[in-house]
């Protein structure tokens, strides 16, 4: 049955297309609303506008629910690899065996990086900030690999987005063994994604990294849980961008850049200096707690609230619970989880955050979990861009196959200056 809504303005009626997802949620079509009445829709932040129809993550922003392709992401952060997660993101559904395999043998054989990349790396400023580079670097990617000429052809597609995935990992170890003054450590065809890539980081001719498995769980977890989350800013920038039909790099560059600030996926690295600085501070919460309350102070409790969960982010429960486990086992004492944890107890009891719906999100306990695996603060939000590359890819796959591709291109209700004429210099006041 189709269902419509009604929108009466001065005596016109007009009935506008509801559209009902597969989870039952509701859409009024509006992509006709100009063309028949003159008005646009008005929407700030896009806090309420669907910007597309996608398959790919289900979210229940009042439920905390969180599901990628289907498949509950509790369920896949216990019994999936990063590997496949990334594989049924992009293609849909999950990989059989020999898929699997292939996939395995691609992103291996992908995952060397051009050497004079390595040179590129080397000319960064020394303080320059690893989500940056890294934004940059994807973007260079384009000038080493251009086979990308159409958007049609498949294999070209699938071995582009294989290399991205593959050498992401690559490129940002590389990134921290330069910022070091270390020798670069190459990728190896016997370790899995997850241990390739500490090992990469951590290898070096002094003291050979001993693959730890607590900390590959911990890694594969954490990737497994930022792998998607739907249309938030950095995918809708890869959306964006990509629909000015730019190559994947040049897109995935820019979702990277997006992701870099500290209300996304910037926020785990803040949370940490937050922790830090209520640490140094004696370790009271309370002049963080009140600076957040306040009106006229911008500051905000980092790793709490988000636009689309008004309940605990089911990922940062999964992070919480990993966060003790991991801490246990690698008999480690973290001064800023006791805060963190003590932080998050008096803040369940404020009435400005219960009020406000403000829980931690997945950023909350994510830092601590990093800091454990022994990754540098300034590294935090790289982590989250190769966990979110699946999601960016998938997205961006499933924007280029829709038949009804468009370039993204709102519009505004304009505030400025109505016309008058130009005034010549001599006659300005
Ligand atoms: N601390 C204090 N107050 C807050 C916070 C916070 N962390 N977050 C929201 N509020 C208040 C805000 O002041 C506003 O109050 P009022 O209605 O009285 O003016 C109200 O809650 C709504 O805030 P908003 O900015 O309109 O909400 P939003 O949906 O636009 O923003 C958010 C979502 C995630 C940007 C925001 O909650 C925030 O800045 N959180 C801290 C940064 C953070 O942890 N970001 C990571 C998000 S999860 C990872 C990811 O997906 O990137």
């Known amino acids: 049955m189709e269902d419509f809504a009604t929108l009466t303005y001065n005596g016109q009626k007009i009935t506008l297309p509801v559209v009902i997802g597969t989870e039952g949620e509701r859409a009024i079509d509006i992509s006709n609303l100009r063309a028949e009445t003159g008005f646009i829709t008005l929407d700030p932040g896009y806090a309420n506008t669907g910007s597309c129809l996608s398959a790919i993550t289900y979210m229940d922003g009042e439920k905390g629910v969180l599901r990628y392709r289907g498949i509950p992401v509790e369920q896949l952060a216990e019994k999936s690899t990063f590997k496949e997660t990334a594989y049924l993101l992009i293609n849909g559904r999950l990989p059989n065996r020999e898929e699997l395999t292939r996939f395995s043998v691609m992103l291996n054989d992908n995952s060397l990086v051009h050497e004079d990349l390595k040179t590129f790396y080397q000319n960064f400023p020394r303080a320059s900030h690893p989500m940056g580079i890294l934004s940059s670097m994807v973007n260079a990617l384009r000038s080493f690999y251009p086979a990308l000429t159409t958007l049609n052809l498949r294999e070209e597609i699938t071995i582009t987005m294989t290399r991205l995935l593959a050498k ?67 995918t809708t920038a890869v959306r964006v961008v990509s629909s000015a039909r730019v190559n994947l790099y040049a897109a995935i560059s820019s979702g990277i850049a997006a992701l870099w600030g500290p209300l996304h996926g910037g926020a785990n690295q803040a949370v940490i200096e937050m922790l830090t600085a209520i640490q140094a501070d004696g370790g009271s919460h309370k002049k963080a ?141």
Not at 174 to 182: A, L, N, P, V
Not at 191 to 215: G, K
């Open 168 to 234: 992401i990992r690559t490129m940002a170890a590389m990134s921290y063994k330069i910022s070091r003054g270390h020798k670069v450590v190459y990728p190896r065809s016997d370790l899995t994604y997850c241990e390739n890539f500490l090992n990469m980081m951590f290898d070096n001719p002094v003291r050979p990294y001993q693959i730890n498995r607590e900390a590959v769980n911990a890694l594969r977890v954490f990737w497994i849980l930022h792998a998607d989350h739907e249309q938030n800013c950095s």
């Open 289 to 429: 707690i009140e600076r957040a309350k306040d009106k006229n102070d911008p500051f905000r409790l980092m790793g709490f609230g988000h636009r689309v969960y008004k309940t605990y982010d089911p990922r940062a429960k999964i992070m919480k619970k990993m966060c003790d486990e991991l801490l246990e086992s690698l008999q480690i004492n973290d001064p800023l989880l006791d805060i963190a944890k003590e932080l998050e107890e008096v803040v369940q009891k404020d009435p400005y955050f219960i009020d406000h719906n403000l829980y931690p999100n997945v950023d909350f306990y994510s830092g601590i979990v990093l800091r454990a695996i022994g990754i540098p603060t300034s590294m935090f939000t790289v982590m989250f861009a190769i966990g979110r590359l699946p999601g960016w890819i998938a997205q961006w796959k499933e924007s280029v196959d829709d038949p009804k591709w468009k370039i993204c291109r709102p519009r505004q209700v304009y505030t400025g200056a109505q016309a008058y004429d130009f005034v010549p210099i001599h006659a300005r006041v």
